[in-house]
């Protein structure tokens, strides 16, 4: 019986199994399936498992299959030696797999069972039963979709109470987990040279492709001064217990939410090197990955709880080192798939943006302005000014704030729950306005003075919302930069009604309220002589687009701070 599975492959760390960022193959269900080794292939036929097996769904990395099956997930060890891992034995992968159990069932509660086989029986293959063992998987309850932490970010659905309840958890584990002899040498300033001085060796390839030359050098001579100037720090570090034996991998795509619950999922099983580190390593591959998201603001909530627990004041001068290393290694990590033979054009165009991305995001924690930027994405309706304003966030470390997410919290509402108020009435009445634009500059002014850039994501479409953010830069003394971003009208209207569709975005504004929003906004020609004002052309290619607003970024930051 051959009935449709889902085949995605993945364009993350090679931990990020079951909770990523994912591209469909388009191939359909059996060509795509004739490709894969005949134990995978039995595995998305439902007669291979004793239990109903319904919403077959491969996931694919370049070292495991990971096939939800019904309620439950079960992952396959590909035969890869890539140096850091030697998977090429099945002796090796039974060893793996039952080391990712023992290690996972420390975060994860009821989530990992045990390793099972598919085995071989008068030419069929099943999990489990009689028959000649071919080869081990990890047994797992699949976690829900809905909980998974890039989705709840990428639906402004996580609150700060949230992010805090995962720093108090992660606090308690590391409070337990070994550390001593066997341990404190992964966290000593030798090791952590030798760790950086691998990174730049293996990225060298990538610059010009996804590592601008001046990112490249810059994020090298920030490290060599950082690790030069706080020796002191390291054997401190050291001697004080804070070098664990971890998670290993705790990014957002190793975060679930069930109900009350929190899972801490798929961490590093074969490479004792990569779960032994300062504590801080760990904590700054989550509080990075929320900055990747756009929620630097949920970022420093995070760390500050962590401190609060784990009473670690010393953490935080190490922490935009560690978060310069955890990003650079994503874009390493992702780099690397750029050379695999069989990448689709479209993942690959995928994967490259993603590595820059994280690159830039590296380069930021290297070398910030010396004095707070902050960003106004400003323009009509559907003129990209969101995506630009997350990508930038995304890429320098910046706090997002929106005004459709900050009127929906106003209201009491979800972010992503769609009103049909008409322009200018309920939600979108004037005083509602007035209140949405005061409550950004309001957050805006508790960032900025501790020395955080912020990105504000809203139409600023009246003068007078333009003059009170420049005051509001003016009285902070913040850089103020304004991207204006433009498109076609056509192209306004056709993004406008491709919205009806999504139920990700929190904008309402639709086609039929064309007229009334085109009506309300005024070019902001007063700015010019007051502001750097840079129109963006949004209709270009999106990493183009980017890239122009990130160049322009930078030089205004460090001119304006020399």
Known sequence: MNTPATIVTTCESPKA????????????????????????????????????????????THISWVVLAGPYAYKMKKPVN????????????????REEVRLNRRLCTGVYYDVVHVVQHDGSYSVGGPGRLVEPLVWMRRLPDE???????????????????????????????????????YGTRAVVRE????????????????????????????????????????????????????HGDLHAGSVCVEGRRLHFFDCIEFNRRFRCADVVAEVAFLAMDLDHYGKADLAQAFVDEYVRQ???????????????????????????????????????????????????????????????????????????KTTVARALAGRL???????????????????????????GQGLYRAAMTKRTYATLRRR?????PAGRSVVLDATFGSAAERAAVRRLAERLRATLLVLHCQAGESLLLERLRARATSGETPSDARVERWPALRGAFTEPAEL????????????????????HALTTLRRYAHQSAA
């Not at 039995?42 to 007669?47: G, I, S």
């Not at 470390?397 to 322009?423: C, I, M, N, W, Y």
Request: proline fraction near 7%; charge should be positive; aromatic fraction near 8%.
């Open 17 to 60: 199994a079951t909770a990523s960022r994912e591209a469909t193959i388009a191939d359909p269900p059996r060509a795509a399936r004739a490709s894969l080794p005949p134990a995978v292939q039995a595995l998305l036929m439902p007669e291979s498992y004793r239990h109903p097996a319904t919403d077959l769904r491969l996931i694919e």
């Open 528 to 547: 010019e002589r007051r502001a750097v004002v840079v129109p963006l052309d949004t209709s270009r290619p999106f990493r183009e687009t980017v890239h």
């Open 310 to 384: 784990s009473r670690d004041p010393d953490l935080y001068r190490l922490l935009d080192f560690y978060k310069c290393y955890r990003a650079y290694v994503r874009g390493k990590v992702l780099g690397f798939r750029l050379d695999e033979p069989d990448l689709p054009a479209a993942a690959s165009a995928a994967v490259a943006e993603r590595a820059e991305a994280y690159f830039d995001l590296a380069w930021s924690y290297a070398d910030p302005p010396v004095r707070p930027v902050l960003v106004v994405a400003m323009g009509l309706p559907a003129s990209g």
């Open 444 to 448: 805006a002014a508790r960032w900025l």
């Open 195 to 246: 760790n950086w001085d691998e990174n730049f060796t293996q990225t060298a390839p990538f610059v010009g492709r996804t590592l601008s030359s001046a990112g490249y050098d810059g994020i090298r001579a920030y490290v060599h001064r950082f690790i030069e100037r706080e020796q002191d720090l390291f054997r401190r570090r050291v001697a004080t217990g804070r070098i664990r034996e971890g």
């Open 147 to 185: 909980g998974m932490l890039p989705r709840l970010l990428r639906r402004d659905a996580v609150e700060t109470r949230l992010v805090r309840r995962m720093a108090r958890r992660l606090a308690q584990f590391h409070e337990v987990v070994p550390t001593g002899p066997g341990v404190d040498e």
């Open 82 to 97: 890539f140096g850091f891992l030697d998977f090429s034995t099945v002796e090796q992968r039974d060893a793996a797999c």
């Open 397 to 423: 470390g910046l706090v997002h704030l929106s005004s459709d997410v900050v009127r929906k919290q106003l209201a009491g509402v979800p972010a992503t729950e769609h009103r049909q108020d008409t322009f």
